[in-house]
């Protein structure tokens, strides 16, 4: 997989992306997965889990967006072909990595 964006929503990782992606499509037909989000290179937070497709009807979608827009300054809605979507990350188990683990207080 290719490295993508993600934001941090209410317990969950969700990845902004639109409708016609692959990673959107595979995620369609197989939700389970692996994810890394890396915060410098010192903090490493690994997810495994399930996604699901949040889409505009969804009751969350305007808060990701206000998010999105806030965090990039763009919409997902503004983005190539296909429905603007965001792939929530329901995490099964997490791990963390960090470098320096004083630097990154929990």
Same mark, same amino acid.
């Given at each position: 997989?290719?490295?993508?964006?993600?934001?941090?929503?209410?317990?969950?990782?969700?990845?902004?992306?639109?409708?016609?992606?692959?990673?959107?499509?595979?995620?369609?037909?197989?939700? =389970?997965?692996?994810? /890394?989000?890396?915060?410098? @290179?010192?903090?490493?937070?690994?997810?495994?889990?399930?996604? /699901?497709?949040? @889409?505009?009807?969804?009751?969350?979608? =305007?808060?990701?967006?206000?998010?999105?827009?806030?965090?990039?300054?763009?919409?997902?809605?503004?983005?190539?072909?296909?429905?603007?979507?965001?792939?929530?990350?329901?995490a099964d188990m997490m791990?963390?990595y960090a470098r320096e683990?004083?630097?990154?207080?929990?």
């Open positions: 997989m290719a490295p993508v964006g993600s934001l941090f929503y209410r317990a969950h990782f969700v990845i902004p992306t639109v409708s016609e992606a692959a990673r959107a499509k595979h995620t369609r037909a197989r939700p =389970a997965v692996s994810m /890394t989000h890396f915060l410098d @290179t010192g903090l490493a937070i690994i997810v495994r889990g399930h996604a /699901t497709v949040v @889409t505009p009807q969804d009751a969350h979608f =305007a808060e990701l967006e206000q998010l999105q827009r806030e965090v990039s300054g763009q919409s997902v809605r503004e983005w190539g072909d296909g429905e603007g979507v965001y792939l929530r990350v329901s791990f963390t683990p004083d630097k990154y207080p929990g």
